[in-house]
């Protein structure tokens, strides 16, 4: 079962994406803020992670750059999803590697088929790279 990570200061928004997320089949933790989503990240380890820009304690910017940092959680594929549209400008300048932005509000279906196509990109990738050890083991 694939996992996601909810970071939202947004009550609502953070239930309404985990009812989404566990109707999808997904296990799903969540917390209010970077700092908060550091900590559980490390557990929880998830496949996924969607989290919001504009946060206190740690805004989301900040946690992503911590989380890819983290030899543990830097495979974790990330969806920004903001309503700040002025954002996107940062995220392009950022360029964070498997990383996705999505501006709020958004289609419900929209964030669950880039969650899905983001992991499948993923699980693509670590085959690709399984098979070319296999080939360096063997030459």
Not at 30 to 36: F, H, I, K, S, T
Not at 56 to 67: A, Q, R, S
Not at 119 to 139: C, H, K, Q, S, T
Request: charged letters at 30%.
């Amino acid at each position: 079962m694939n996992k996601v990570l909810i970071v939202d200061d947004e009550k609502d928004v953070r239930e309404l994406l985990r009812c989404l997320f566990e109707a999808g089949g997904y296990e799903v933790g969540e917390a209010e803020n970077g700092l908060e989503a550091l900590k559980k990240a490390l557990v929880f380890r998830p496949d996924i992670v969607v989290t919001d820009i504009c946060m206190p304690v740690m805004d989301g910017w900040e946690f992503v750059e911590i989380l890819r940092e983290n030899e543990f959680a830097c495979h974790v594929s990330v969806i920004v999803a903001t309503g700040k549209s002025a954002e996107r400008e940062v995220f392009q300048a950022k360029n964070p590697e498997n990383c996705r932005f999505m501006t709020k509000p958004f289609e419900l279906d929209e964030i669950m088929t880039m969650s899905r196509r983001m992991l499948a990109e993923r699980n693509a990738v670590g085959i690709i790279e399984g098979y070319f050890r296999e080939i360096n083991l063997v030459d």
